[in-house]
């Protein structure tokens, strides 16, 4: 059975970097898109970014020039490195599967889903 699991959230302050993790199971990272999606406190889920199985990456204009997403596939893991973390991107961040190439910032077209890994970030 996949699964995806989160890892690497925490506290920080403003203008601090974090790195999730996403250790997948079941699943080929390189061979599936794997995006980061997050909700915030009280908003809807939103889209961060995605590494397609072709290695495009696609980012959210909020984060673009902050994050960055990398691929280990000996791991079978993907990577959030997020840096000038700014207060609001505080979330609970998540790790998505699907074995598309199209409508990657949809989240109804993702099947597997990890738990999610709280980032707090303080001013």
């Known amino acids: 059975q996949a699964q995806l699991v989160e890892s690497g959230g925490g506290l920080v302050q403003a203008g601090d970097s974090l790195r999730l993790s996403c250790a997948v199971s079941?699943?080929?990272?390189?061979?599936?898109?794997m995006a980061w999606f997050r909700q915030a406190p009280g908003e809807e889920r939103e889209f961060v970014g995605a590494?397609?199985?072709?290695?495009?990456?696609i980012y959210e204009d909020s984060v673009k020039g902050r994050f960055d997403i990398s691929r280990d596939d000996a791991k079978n893991t993907v990577h959030l490195h997020m840096h000038s973390l700014k207060v609001e991107d505080t979330a609970v961040y998540y790790c998505?599967?699907?074995?598309?190439?199209?409508?990657?910032?949809?989240?109804?077209?993702?099947?597997?889903w990890g738990q999610g890994t709280q980032v707090i970030v303080s001013a």
């Open positions: 590494i397609i199985r072709t290695g495009y990456i």
């Open positions: 079941g699943r080929a990272v390189n061979g599936n898109t």
């Open positions: 998505a599967s699907q074995g598309g190439i199209v409508g990657v910032a949809r989240e109804s077209l993702y099947d597997l």
